[in-house]
């Protein structure tokens, strides 16, 4: 029957049509045939990345770290400094009660300034009685002159003897080396007269002052302190290990803690020579600086004072004893 066999060539017609019902894969599926490998792909490059990103971070650390540590090394630092100044304390030369008090404490005074005064009256009255005896001793020396000049042509005629001529020498003699006593005296008592007036060896400022007018004051013990602020110097305690990288003469710079953003130039006047060792008994007392070799329960390496003297100080920031930082800029050129 024709019907009965059919030929492929007879289907050709009808198989473009057949291919349009056939079932069609999505680009979805496509996608999701590939995402695990471009998953895998983009993980492994993220890892990749963060290794090469720590690896610059560690090397930058590193690199910082040994810069850090160079400069450092050359230019030593310590924030265990303090500044200082010269001090010297007031004590009068003449005993007696303070008659006025001039100062104040803390008070700025300049040098010459009168800062107290002693009453003067018992000075004054010694000084008086050394110039009454000194007219007395002039008056009886004029006498032994005229005595003298009135036996001496008395004795070549035999008016007179040799013997009262050397006693009226002798006299003369004696009562001229008392007047030389005498004028001595009266220049110590003038001296001590003007003792009753302390005035202020230089231009500073009066500290501990805890006295006032009527008390009474003994020689040689200070009744305050004047802080000599012409000139201040930072005592900087370094480790023994970076005393080498300084010598007197190096350039320094000094920060106080005050005033964290102001730069003072400073250059080293000397290196301490000797601390005193721990547990030593036999050195006098005062005699060499003592430094603490621990800080906070933790025994680190001696340290050495450095005293930096400050070449542009400002008056109104610096103070005895302000916590400062040190920094030594390295040894000074040849």
Known sequence: MPHDHLHVRDLDPVLPELNSYAPQTPDSDLVKSTSPVTQRDDTDRDKFVRKIVRLIVVASALVITLYVWGIIERHPRTDDAAARANVVGIAPRVSGQILTLNVQDNQAVK????????????????????????????????????????????????????????????????????????????????????????????????????????AHVSVGVPVFSLLDTSKWYVIANFREAEVRHMAPGSNATVYLSSAPNQRFRGRVQGIGWAVKPEGEIDLPFGGVPYVKRELNWVRVAQRFPVRIEVENPDQNLFRMGASAVAIIDGPPGK
């Open 111 to 214: 040098e010459g300034d009168v800062l107290f005064e002693i009453d003067p009256e018992d000075y004054r009255l010694v000084l008086e009685k050394a110039k009454a005896d000194l007219a007395t001793i002039d008056q009886q020396l004029a006498q032994a002159h005229s005595t003298l000049q009135r036996l001496e042509p008395l004795l070549p005629n035999g008016f007179t003897t040799a013997e009262n001529v050397d006693e009226a020498r002798t006299k003369e003699t004696t009562l001229q080396a008392q007047r030389e006593g005498a004028l001595a005296t009266i220049n110590l008592d003038g001296l001590h007269l003007s003792y009753c007036k302390v005035i202020a060896p230089f231009s500073g400022r009066v500290i501990n002052l805890n006295i006032s007018a009527g």
